[in-house]
């Protein structure tokens, strides 16, 4: 067995109204005094005000990077503007996009990286990967760990309810995750780590066992998924890659993001794919379709915009677009095996 690499969180801050601890925190972890903050304009309009005082009354500099996806000629911008700066920190401030962008903008300038997120969609807030779009095809890049974390629960319990719940969708992903990883083990000898893939898994459980308590009053939890979602970050830290959270749901995902553009968040997908990857590797998919509706997730394609076809085309699609052994290499689909698929576990 080969080596390979952890980075994780050096320290992480969960709390109501902690937006406003961001400078006291960024002081703790290091001696940085010009700090670039990496957001969309929504969000800075928002809560910039809240992070450019706190980050003044600690005698640390701030300037923004506003960006509008997370694609290479944003990166690229970011990237300069870091250079060209003197940043000695990167702050990511929102969503999946704007983490993603300063994760990989910072690990590219070798400047540490703060993850501040606004919602609670993925697990991309904690994980050493990040996902760039090129002409619309994703790639998940490795980069850094965060060097520090601060969620803010009241920030992110403020964003509408179908982050968390997308966050719900990517959390339960990883039951098929762990699996593919599994099934590469055994039939590929690809390296297997037991502790990131039970690290996955109960981030995992989390969401299935609770999923009448979430689904009941989704604020009052957030911090549950919060701190589910940082776990299964730390678990692809530990593992070196992102194998205990990404398998064949999230490469049908990305699939649909090429064959559907803008139709549903990243979450909500991965949650539909883990149904159909766990009816192909014989798992309990029923009990998951069921979790993630008390939770309302979606768990149907039409509900995302998403046609019957356009979900056969994505199956046939999901396996191109990685060389990582999962049940979609395994099985390989036919389009009339596919439609059967779809069908059986009613998520159209």
């Given at each position: 067995?080969?080596?390979?690499?952890?980075?994780?969180?050096?320290a992480v801050l969960v709390g109501n109204g902690i937006v406003k601890e961001t400078g006291k925190f960024l002081v703790k972890l290091c001696n940085s005094?010009?700090?670039?903050?990496?957001?969309?304009?929504?969000?800075?309009?928002?809560?910039?005000?809240?992070?450019?005082?706190?980050?003044?009354?600690?005698?640390?500099?701030?300037?923004?990077?506003?960006?509008?996806?997370?694609?290479?000629?944003?990166?690229?911008?970011?990237?300069?503007?870091?250079?060209?700066?003197?940043?000695?920190?990167?702050?990511?401030?929102?969503?999946?996009?704007?983490?993603?962008?300063?994760?990989?903008?910072?690990?590219?300038?070798?400047?540490?990286?703060?993850?501040?997120?606004?919602?609670?969609?993925?697990?991309?807030?904690?994980?050493?990967?990040?996902?760039?779009?090129?002409?619309?095809?994703?790639?998940?890049?490795?980069?850094?760990?965060?060097?520090?974390?601060?969620?803010?629960?009241?920030?992110?319990?403020?964003?509408?309810?179908?982050?968390?719940?997308?966050?719900?969708?990517?959390?339960?992903?990883?039951?098929?995750?762990?699996?593919?990883?599994?099934?590469?083990?055994?039939?590929?000898?690809?390296?297997?780590?037991?502790?990131?893939?039970?690290?996955?898994?109960?981030?995992?459980?989390?969401?299935?066992?609770?999923?009448?308590?979430?689904?009941?009053n989704l604020t009052e939890n957030i911090r549950d998924i919060v701190e589910a979602l940082i776990s299964a970050g730390v678990a692809a830290g530990i593992?070196?890659?992102?194998?205990?959270?990404?398998?064949?749901?999230?490469?049908?995902?990305?699939?649909?993001?090429?064959?559907?553009?803008?139709?549903?968040?990243?979450?909500?997908?991965?949650?539909?794919?883990?149904?159909?990857?766990?009816?192909?590797?014989?798992?309990?998919?029923?009990?998951?379709?069921?979790?993630?509706?008390?939770?309302?997730?979606?768990?149907?394609?039409?509900?995302?915009?998403?046609?019957?076809?356009?979900?056969?085309?994505?199956?046939?699609?999901?396996?191109?677009?990685?060389?990582?052994?999962?049940?979609?290499?395994?099985?390989?689909?036919?389009?009339?095996?596919?439609?059967?698929?779809?069908?059986?576990?009613?998520?159209?």
């Amino acid at each position: 067995m080969g080596s390979h690499f952890m980075e994780l969180p050096r320290a992480v801050l969960v709390g109501n109204g902690i937006v406003k601890e961001t400078g006291k925190f960024l002081v703790k972890l290091c001696n940085s005094k010009r700090a670039l903050i990496i957001s969309d304009e929504f969000i800075r309009k928002r809560y910039g005000d809240s992070v450019e005082d706190s980050l003044r009354a600690c005698q640390i500099e701030s300037d923004w990077n506003i960006i509008k996806a997370a694609d290479f000629p944003n990166l690229e911008e970011a990237s300069r503007k870091i250079a060209e700066s003197n940043v000695e920190i990167v702050i990511g401030m929102g969503g999946g996009a704007s983490i993603d962008v300063a994760k990989l903008s910072a690990y590219r300038s070798g400047k540490p990286f703060i993850s501040l997120p606004t919602n609670a969609a993925h697990d991309g807030i904690a994980s050493p990967f990040a996902s760039i779009k090129d002409s619309g095809k994703p790639y998940s890049i490795v980069s850094s760990s965060p060097l520090g974390l601060l969620a803010d629960t009241q920030i992110i319990s403020s964003a509408p309810p179908k982050y968390a719940r997308s966050g719900c969708g990517d959390l339960v992903s990883k039951i098929t995750a762990v699996t593919d990883w599994q099934l590469a083990r055994d039939e590929k000898g690809e390296y297997y780590g037991e502790y990131a893939a039970n690290l996955a898994l109960l981030s995992a459980q989390v969401i299935l066992k609770n999923s009448n308590r979430i689904g009941s009053n989704l604020t009052e939890n957030i911090r549950d998924i919060v701190e589910a979602l940082i776990s299964a970050g730390v678990a692809a830290g530990i593992a070196g890659s992102s194998r205990p959270c990404s398998g064949s749901e999230h490469l049908f995902s990305h699939a649909l993001d090429i064959i559907a553009p803008g139709k549903g968040l990243h979450g909500e997908k991965c949650g539909i794919g883990t149904i159909l990857m766990a009816k192909l590797h014989d798992l309990d998919w029923e009990k998951i379709k069921e979790a993630l509706e008390k939770i309302g997730a979606p768990t149907s394609l039409l509900s995302l915009g998403i046609t019957k076809e356009e979900a056969i085309e994505a199956l046939m699609l999901a396996p191109k677009l990685r060389d990582r052994y999962t049940i979609l290499h395994k099985n390989k689909l036919s389009p009339e095996d596919a439609s059967r698929l779809i069908e059986v576990t009613e998520i159209v």
